[in-house]
C-alpha cells in the first residue's frame, strides 16, 4: 500500500475525478443528515465541490493508494467562512470508497495531511456518523499522543488538536 495525496486543481481530469467523487460522498452522509439532497435530474446539492475547486481557502486533495483514486479530502484554511476563526485549518470532509475501506488508507491519509498543515486543527463529526466518529478517535488519539479535544455541540462533535 502506498498511500498519496495530490491536488485536486492541478489538472483537468483530476477536477473531474472530484466532481465524480463528491456524489458518492453526498450519498453517504444522507444516512445521517438531511442537508445533502438529491433533485429530479440526480444531481445532489448543494454542490460542495465547484466551490472547492475555486476557493482559494480550500485545498483540495485526491487520496491515491498506488495508481488508483480512493477518496478525497477537503482542507479549509482560515479565514475560510465554514471554520472558527480560532483554527488555523480545518478538515472539512473526508472520504474513502467503500471498497477500500478497513486497509488503514484513511489513516495514513489523514495523517499526511496533518503532517502536511501544521498548526491549530479542527474536524466535524455528525453525531449520528458512529463510524466517522471511531475513525476519527483512532487516528487522532495515537497522532496528538492524547492532546485532543473533543466537545459536542448542537448538530456536531468537536475535535480540536495542535500540531505546530
Ligand atoms: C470514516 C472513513 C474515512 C474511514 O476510512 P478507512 O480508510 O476505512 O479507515 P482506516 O482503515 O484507516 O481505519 C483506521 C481505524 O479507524 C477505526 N475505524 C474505521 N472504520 C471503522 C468502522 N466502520 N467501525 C469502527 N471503527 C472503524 C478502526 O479503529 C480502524 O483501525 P482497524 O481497522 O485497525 O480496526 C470511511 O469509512 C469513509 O470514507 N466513510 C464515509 C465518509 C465519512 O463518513 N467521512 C468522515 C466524515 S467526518
Redesign the pocket.
Known amino acids: 500500500m502506498a498511500v498519496s495525496l495530490i491536488d485536486a486543481r492541478t489538472a483537468r481530469w483530476h477536477r473531474v475525478l472530484l466532481c465524480r467523487l463528491f456524489p458518492l460522498?453526498a450519498h453517504?452522509?444522507s444516512h445521517f443528515t438531511p442537508f445533502f439532497t438529491i433533485d429530479e435530474r440526480g444531481h445532489w446539492n448543494p454542490e460542495l465541490s465547484r466551490d472547492w475547486l475555486v476557493n482559494p481557502l480550500v485545498t483540495p486533495l485526491l487520496i491515491y493508494n498506488d495508481d488508483a483514486p480512493v477518496?478525497f479530502a477537503i482542507i479549509g484554511r482560515k479565514p475560510f467562512q465554514y471554520m472558527s476563526q480560532d483554527r488555523d485549518f480545518k478538515l472539512c470532509?473526508?472520504?474513502?470508497l467503500a471498497s477500500?475501506?478497513?486497509?488503514?488508507?484513511?489513516?495514513?491519509a489523514a495523517c499526511e495531511i496533518f503532517d502536511r498543515f501544521r498548526g491549530t486543527w479542527e474536524?466535524t463529526?455528525l453525531p449520528l456518523?458512529e463510524?466517522?466518529h471511531?475513525?476519527?478517535r483512532?487516528?487522532l488519539v495515537p497522532y496528538t499522543k492524547g492532546n485532543l479535544e473533543e466537545f459536542q455541540v448542537p448538530g456536531d462533535i468537536v475535535m480540536r488538536f495542535s500540531n505546530r
Open positions: 460522498y453517504e452522509l477518496g470532509e473526508f472520504f474513502i477500500e475501506r478497513r486497509k488503514s488508507i484513511g489513516r495514513a474536524l463529526i456518523n463510524r466517522a471511531a475513525f476519527w483512532s487516528v
